[in-house]
């Protein structure tokens, strides 16, 4: 049975309200999210930057700010640093974009001092429930690894196995794709996506189960898979983790998902940081954002298990 | 108005059925395709291979085959040579794969006597119907062309346009896409994608409008166009040809469509050749299949009008 968001709402419901720390908190889509998060029993919030602005936002989306905490800091970068630093610091479990550009956003998130580094890389990943599939689909890295080496691909399995584990999976299935299910040695993925499943296979690469290449209908559709013979594979149509060649192939299939899939609900978060990171962008509908909230707080729950 | 495939199969009928040469006919499911085009109006056809199978898979599926010429050849490699060369020498409009592996059957299409080879490069359209949204989709290339150079690029739009104009669209939107909608010296898909604008802007492409880079959702969501503010750009969610970087984003984005979308209806064929090659997978649906005779009808009848 697959656990969609309102399954992974009812799980940090058990486990209690995160907290999130806002980054520049005065943007009215993130404000709306926040709230959404508060009152479905996700998160609790601590709201970083200007005050003034964030509570005549407020005001006019009819957000009661009592039981808020706000830190007044109207510079953006400084409001960013005290942002990261309460999650630096464990006084928040997850942090936040809001109204602040990407790169001055990730600045802080890579900071130093008060940063969230843990000195490995940083990947993205994408939760989606589709409707028609089983499980959950774990897309990684679709929007901000642009070209991972076979060393990066390693490490994006290594950021997303926690996420797949805080949504219940044990023991997740990662297809490394391609356009083609066989190796082609004109074909680099293909090479590099059976050495990741040849590392699994001797151990160097544990607690996953890695079959790849693999073309999406084989990954995806049990069906196409047994109509294409595939009963020898690991993989039939039941790939928990897709992992993407590059940025253009994650990022268009995320696209191709988001906007031609209906009923479609995802979140995401980014990892390999101290504690997961919400990075939602202008285009994602407040369901996404919340979802990315909820995704983002069993996470935090899970790294405060195995801390 | 979206013209869909009912729509192209009505425009066949208009202009009569068309021809097609079944190379190593012996295969049950190119049979039933052709068999329904035939009822549908939008081909005839010269069953090329074993006849005594051919009439043995026709009993069993209830074809009648009385009114289609059959070749009795059983040898697979010289039946696509007289299938091919049915095409080559006009007495066949379009060219289908039957019974017979991929590589031997392009062998044929490339035979250098009786194959079909117009001196330009290959390449494959793939037309979608996509429930919500208003145009006709034009995926290239998702199954042929693995690492199209920039020449190749320019090559592949050469061959989509007649593609595009027999769907009945005179001057299409082209959308080289990738991961994002601004250049970036680090990503040579985007420096690609802005070249090609470029050289349809300076008149070096014509008969189209490119616009590029873009990221899907600006391509072909209207909504999230407006949401970004994109109103200088010429493609605003209204790209008719979705022009993908590499087969591996171009594949993995197909089979998204074809296997999380529902009610989508595709029809793919072969461009670049004297005629309309159709070179359908098993794991192809019927009606993929003769959604995939039609298209080539409309082009073949294209062809023929500009010949």
Do not use: W
Request: glycine share 6%.
């Amino acid at each position: 049975m697959k656990k969609g968001f309102d399954e992974l709402i009812a799980k940090v419901n058990e486990c209690g309200m995160k907290k999130v720390a806002v980054s520049v908190a005065q943007d009215e889509a993130v404000l709306e999210a926040v709230q959404e998060a508060k009152k479905r029993g996700i998160a609790d919030a601590i709201l970083v930057g200007d005050e003034a602005k964030i509570r005549e936002i407020a005001a006019s989306i009819g957000m009661d700010l009592a039981g808020y905490e706000i830190i007044d800091e109207p510079d953006m970068i400084q409001a960013s640093l005290k942002a990261v630093k309460l999650a630096h610091e464990g006084k928040a479990d997850m942090y936040m974009k809001g109204l602040i550009d990407t790169k001055n956003f990730l600045k802080s998130v890579l900071d130093k001092e008060v940063g969230l580094r843990t000195g490995g890389v940083l990947s993205h990943v994408c939760v989606f429930d589709v409707p028609g599939i089983d499980q959950l689909l774990f897309l990684t890295d679709v929007a901000f690894m642009t070209y991972p080496t076979l060393e990066d691909k390693v490490n994006i399995i290594k950021n997303t196995l926690p996420v797949a584990n805080a949504c219940g999976l044990a023991c997740p299935k990662i297809a490394p794709l391609a356009a083609v299910e066989v190796v082609n040695p004109k074909m680099p993925e293909t090479v590099e996506a059976a050495e990741l499943a040849r590392m699994n296979e001797a151990g160097e690469i544990t607690g996953c189960i890695i079959d790849g290449p693999l073309s999406l209908d084989l990954a995806i559709d049990p069906e196409a898979a047994k109509h294409k013979g595939a009963t020898d594979r690991k993989i039939q149509g039941d790939a928990d983790i897709l992992l993407f060649p590059d940025i253009h192939a994650g990022n268009l299939v995320y696209k191709a998902i988001v906007h031609m899939v209906k009923d479609v609900k995802n979140g995401c978060i980014l990892t390999g940081t101290k504690v997961p990171v919400i990075l939602t962008s202008r285009s994602d509908t407040f369901e996404t954002k919340v979802n990315s909230l909820a995704l983002a707080a069993v996470v935090a729950e899970e790294m405060k298990k195995n801390a």
